[in-house]
């Protein structure tokens, strides 16, 4: 069996001192991370170590074998190129990878798993799926899809806190986790080029 580790952004650097509520989702997190990822492949040939490398200062300066970098884009498609030379990765483009244009861009592609996700919370009988800052849109093309995903909880989950009734908030390191761990590798794979990618590189390295 080979081990591919896959560095991505994200996550809290224990070196800031993160209270511990932040230090447990950031080991969500990387499990979360590790499930998906892992969902792809067949157990006894690969094992992908999905590891959170941080911010994308972190990121960059990582050089090990067998191992990719998993990055926000922060930008379309065509920005790549240029990314990849502002952050002097062009010794390793070849096993550098991006979220386009972030992380939440995954999420926003299966509405289906944020209603599944936050199934309890639920608001009204519209789908997630229709609301207008995904429907018929190119995910990839979305800009601060982080937003758009703050927005749509808002539009349609609650929650109870202290017998007030509030808007559902998005928390990166609070709720990714669950939905991260919810979704189909398949399914981004057809949708993400960076995800298809990825994932044929790391066939490449486990032959």
Avoid: C
């Avoid at 997190?29 to 911010?55: T, W």
């Avoid at 990878?97 to 992380?103: K, N, S």
């Amino acid at each position: 069996m080979v081990t591919v580790k896959v560095f991505f952004e994200g996550g809290a650097n224990p070196l800031s001192n993160p209270d511990v509520a932040t230090v447990d989702n950031t080991n969500r997190l990387r499990e979360s991370f590790n499930k998906l990822l892992n969902s792809g492949f067949e157990e006894e040939k690969v094992k992908i170590q999905a590891e959170p490398a941080y911010s994308i200062t972190n990121v960059v300066k990582i050089r090990e074998p067998n191992s990719l970098l998993l990055i926000d884009l922060d930008g379309t498609v065509d920005k790549k190129a240029q990314r990849i030379k502002d952050n002097q990765l062009l010794d390793v483009q070849d096993f550098v990878f991006f979220m386009v244009q972030m992380m939440e861009a995954w999420i926003l592609s299966q509405p289906e798993i944020i209603e599944k996700v936050f199934e309890y919370y639920k608001i009204g009988e519209a789908a997630v799926k229709d609301d207008d800052r995904i429907l018929h849109k190119d995910i990839e093309s979305i800009k601060q899809p982080d937003e758009v995903l703050k927005i749509i909880l808002q539009r349609y989950f609650v929650i109870e806190k202290a017998g007030k009734t509030k808007k559902l908030k998005y928390g990166k390191l609070k709720h990714a986790p669950d939905l991260i761990q919810n979704l189909d590798i398949q399914k981004l794979r057809e949708v993400f080029n960076d995800v298809k990618l990825m994932l044929l590189k790391i066939e490449e390295i486990s032959r």
